[in-house]
């Protein structure tokens, strides 16, 4: 039922949408028009648009990190000329965009993934999402947060950033920025609501769009461990999953039971900081383009079982465990 109500509403073409979360959105739209026109333009248009183009592509040849302030909404340099030479703003693949073969393509069942790769051992200290559109092949939005330990002591939460996010350089923007779990499921749910992704009211599934994950352990044990001690449901969204490793060992018959190992087989160069949580799911998101270019379909792998949550069903026999 809530998928059929949910139909009737506009979706999620009509970006972009404002949001308090994310100020920038409308700066990441002008790029992404940029590079899909650059992709899939007619000659005439090209030649048009020529100017512009090569101006992007200049500024866009070297790789550069993401501000890890504007990927959570609160970069305050977006006109310091130094600071966007330095920092990435912008979450599209767009080197892939230009390689990208379309005759493989097929139908999906969703129009949109969600890109989730946690960070964190013993509590979540990272929760990005990159919303990839199935269409365009391209990652469209972003929602992440640095996550603050419930039950952590102040001194071991120090120790363990420092550990952890010290070495990459990005213990500060943590400290700067880091809320409790329980506070980023909320800003997450206004996020997916305000793209027609999920609505609270409405349904337990998402709207036209899945989760990817690479491995069982984010949704199937984590993100539900990290709800108890965080003392709160497990919310409903939850429940299903898409585990791209078993996709990738179904589609390609090969086995790979890593992000570095299924970039490795795709011969994907790895971008940005291994274990940086953001980075990480950005290189999963170029797997994803690559695997649907070569004719990939990414279906729900695991379930919970309605009546016993702690159960998950699998698609696949056949699977990394
Ligand atoms: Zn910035």
Redesign the pocket.
Known sequence: MAIVFFSRFPLLRRFPVSSPALPYSSSIQLNRRITISASISTAEESTSSSSSLIQHTLSRTRWKPM?L??TQGK?T??DDPM?IDK?N?NCSLEFMQNAARLENLRQQEFEYFLVLDLEGKVEILEFPVLLFDAKTLDVVDLFHRFVRPTKMHEERINQYIEGKYGKLGVDRVWHDTAVPFAEVIEQFEVWLSERQLWRNELGVCLNNAAFVTCGNWDLKTKVPQQCSVAGMKLPPYFNEWINLKDVFLNFYKRRAPGMLSMMRELQIPLSGSHHLGIDDSNNIARVIHHMLTDGALLQITAKRNPRSPEKVEFLFKNRII
Do not use: P, R, S
């Open positions: 501000c302030y504007f970069c340099k977006m600071h920092f703003h």
